[in-house]
Nanobody, 118 residues
Framework: QVQLLESGPGLVQPSQTLSLTCTVSGASIMTQSWAWSWIRQPPGKGLEWMGV???????YYSPDLESRTSISRDTSKTQFSLQLSSMTPEDTAVYYCAQTDSTYNSTWGLGTQVTVSS
């Protein structure tokens, strides 16, 4: 059973870069045909897909966030990470990592609150 756990700072200052890590247990992040995503939900708004890293390491990003987003992985630690630069208060949200398998079933982490404030 795959489990995901997000970790990172709960408070980020404007203009800084957010770094979040998703630690995966119960599976390899190199499992064929599986993908690993970051999604966020601002307060009072819907879910926003941010980007994904595929089993071969290819990355794809939301066009709205592509210039500020980077997703990477550390296969030795079974982790993948999100970096979001030039943070503003509008980036305040609950950030989730998720796994999607070849049948499009998904497992999500519990989410981590990130607040952007000085």
């Amino acid at each position: 059973q795959v489990q995901l756990l997000e970790s990172g700072p709960g408070l980020v200052q404007p203009s800084q870069t957010l770094s979040l890590t998703c630690t995966v247990s119960g599976a390899s992040i190199m499992t064929q045909s599986w993908a690993w995503s970051w999604i966020r939900q601002p307060p009072g708004k819907g879910l926003e897909w941010m980007g994904v890293i595929a089993d071969n390491g290819d990355t794809y990003y939301s066009p709205d966030l592509e210039s500020r987003t980077s997703i990477s992985r550390d296969t030795s630690k079974t982790q993948f990470s999100l970096q979001l630069s030039s943070m503003t208060p509008e980036d305040t949200a609950v950030y989730y990592c998720a796994q999607t398998d070849s049948t499009y079933n998904s497992t999500w982490g519990l989410g981590t609150q990130v607040t952007v404030s000085s």
